[in-house]
């Protein structure tokens, strides 16, 4: 599964991450890209995104949908100085997400 500076503009991130990892085969891969947030990240200037991540965010979010992290590369995006892109690959580990099923939300 791919998502490419997608994870960004979904309400939901770890619902999207659950639905990744329900249909993954076992030992499946999760390639994602996103901007990861060093400061300015509030969002009341920014009109197409729910999310300014910080890297805890996405390895956190990456650990409790049970995906342990394989690679990452980092890197600078544009000339920003608050921010940084990362490519991260992550492995579906056996057992289930944490998900307790659907959310009633």
Same mark, same amino acid.
Request: aromatic share 12%; glycine share 8%; with cysteine.
């Given at each position: ?5 997608? $994870?960004?503009?979904? &309400? @939901?991130?770890?619902?999207? $991450? ?5 249909? $993954? ?17 509030? $969002?009341?200037? @920014?009109?197409?995104? &729910?999310?300014? &991540? ?25 000339? @920003? ?25």
């Amino acid at each position: 599964i791919v998502l490419n500076t997608s $994870l960004d503009h979904i &309400f @939901d991130y770890h619902r999207a $991450l659950e639905e990744a990892h329900r249909v $993954l085969k076992p030992g499946g891969h999760i390639w994602l890209s996103t901007l990861i947030w060093l400061e300015r990240a509030a $969002l009341h200037y @920014d009109a197409v995104h &729910f999310h300014h &991540f910080r890297h805890y965010q996405i390895e956190g979010a990456l650990r409790e949908c049970n995906f342990k992290e394989t690679s990452r590369i980092e890197y600078q995006y544009k000339e @920003d100085t608050h921010r940084y892109g990362l490519y991260i690959s992550a492995q579906k580990q056996e057992g289930g997400s944490a998900s307790n099923g659907p959310s009633t939300g």
